[in-house]
Structure formats: C-alpha cells, structure tokens
C-alpha cells in the first residue's frame, strides 16, 4: 500500500484543507493517509469523509510535542505522533483543549519579545493566518512574512522562534510517558516523529527508546524527509533491534513547508511496506 503517515492541514500548521489535503493525495496515487495536525483533531471528522469518498484508507490521530527527562537531569523535547485517536471524549481527547490553552498563553509572550525586537506585528495578524483552532509559532511565522519581514518559515525560525530564538518562549507540555499512557488509554498508538529533531546519538537515544518502549511506545518515524537515506537505514535498524516499528511520513504543510510533496517528501521517501496496516492491527486490537 502506498501511504502517508504524517500529514499535516489548515487545522494547525500545514495551508490545504482537510479535504483538500486528502485529493491531493488522491492525485498522488495514495492509498492510505493519516492525519496528524498538532494538539488538535478538528480536522478529523473533514478527513475521513473526503477519503472515504475516494477511497482511502485513513487513521485519524494528532502529533504532541512532549518532555522527556534524561537520566543526568536534563531534559529532551520529542515530537509524538498519537495514531488512532479520534475527535470524541478520551484521556488524550480531554488533554488537547489545555494544550492548545498553553499555546493560546504563550502566543501573546512571543508577539510581546517580536516587537520588542522592533517587528510590527499582532494578534489580530496572526489570527488571520490560522484556519484552525491550534494557533502556534508556524502562524506568528506567516504573519511576519506576510508583513514582509521574511521570505519563509524557516527564516523566521532560525534565530527568532526557534527552542532558544530571540523571541522564544516555553509552553506547556505532556511529558513523553504521559502521552503514551494517555494515547493507549484513548485506544491508540504512539510513535516518534522524526527522531533526528531529538538531538541525540548512540547510548543516550538508545536508552530514551528502551525507556519509552517499555511504557509502550509502538515505533519511530525512520522515514522522513530531513533524514536522508543513511539515516533512515540506520533509524529502521534501530527499529528492528528493538522490536519498534519502522513508519514513515512526508510531513506535507503544504506551501507551509517548502519542497515537501504528500507521500514522497522531497522525492525519495518511501513509506515503509506494510507500516500502515500494523499500525490498523494495533488500533484494531485496541
């Protein structure tokens, strides 16, 4: 099956629709899709009809960004894709309307810092450029580059809204094992996004992996378009070492994320054989 596990919309960060999104990767020739959009699942029930309708196969979920402590005290942020949960009251259902509170909170902080550093912006810009309700940085992004401050998002996150930019600011956040818990609790499945944004290497991301594992982690994102293709093999390794499945994903924000195409990513990805159906299995037998 040719699938995408990590698929973002206009409910959070990414510029298609919900079911936009899906025709498009309908005309890409997929045939199973999962949609991730960050601290939210407003899209989901949008999704589902447009892929049904076309005939893909579709799991609903969210992707969280979670803290994970070390074991020499400090501490590494992971993001965390949540399979299978859908827009209904659930342990992880009832947690997103704080997250998105403590992304609400620190959006007016991070404004606040912009225009300290002489950048004319507001609240009102920023909303103008959120379909949906989880309002983050990638928006307080395109209200600066619409304001013709900045050529794309990632301009104005390195050195701005990057973890430690000149106007970053801390949010609140699940720790890893809770959004584990949490997501098994829900029915679903928990996997690592693509694992390079962890920063870490050798013994130290082997034991992340064993620690979460054991409080029932499902797999990591081997396949992602910022791994290239060394790293990938050595991800899905790693995987299989440890009895983690392997998944993959594009991350398509659409025009958000520049030279990211559904399925492909930037032209190499290939979603693993098989890693769309064993994450169904799981949800089934949840």
């Known amino acids: 099956m040719r699938a995408d596990l990590h698929l973002h919309s206009t409910e959070s960060d990414g510029t298609d629709t919900p079911s936009a999104l899906i025709k498009i990767c309908a005309e890409a020739g997929l045939e199973g899709v999962a949609l991730m959009d960050h601290d939210t699942l407003s899209g989901i029930d949008e999704a589902r009809y447009a892929a049904d309708g076309l005939g893909i196969a579709f ?3 969210t992707e969280l960004s979670v803290d994970h402590q070390l074991t020499d005290g400090t501490s590494v942020k992971i993001h965390m894709l949540a399979y299978g949960i859908d827009p209904h009251d659930g342990p992880l259902q009832d947690k997103l309307e704080w997250l998105r509170a403590g992304r609400d909170e620190r959006n007016p902080k991070i404004i606040k810092n912009l225009r300290n550093l002489n950048y004319d912006i507001t609240m009102d810009d920023v909303l103008k450029q959120a379909g949906g309700t989880a309002v983050g940085r990638p928006h307080i992004a395109d209200a600066l580059i619409a304001k013709g401050y900045f050529s794309d998002r990632n301009d104005v ?39 390079l944004t962890m920063g870490l ?4 991301f082997i034991a992340v992996l064993a620690d979460l594992k054991a409080t029932g982690l499902l ?5 992602h378009p910022m791994h290239d293709v060394a790293l990938r093999e050595t991800f899905t ?11 993959g994903g594009s991350d398509y924000h ?3 994320k520049k030279g990211y195409s559904v399925g492909v990513g930037k032209g190499d990805l290939r979603v693993p054989e098989g890693a769309f159906e064993a994450i169904q299995k799981v949800l089934a037998d949840r």
């Open 59 to 61: 799991i609903s979920g």
């Open 237 to 247: 390794e790693v995987a299989d070492d440890m009895g983690l499945l392997a998944t």
């Open 201 to 204: 290497h050798g013994d130290p």
């Open 254 to 256: 659409g025009t958000g």
């Open 157 to 195: 996150f390195d050195g701005l809204l990057n973890d430690g930019g000149a106007a970053y600011v801390e949010r609140s956040r699940l720790t890893a094992a809770q959004a584990i818990e949490l997501t098994t609790q829900s029915g679903g499945a928990t996997v690592i996004a693509h694992p």
């Open 219 to 223: 797999g990591i994102e081997a396949h």
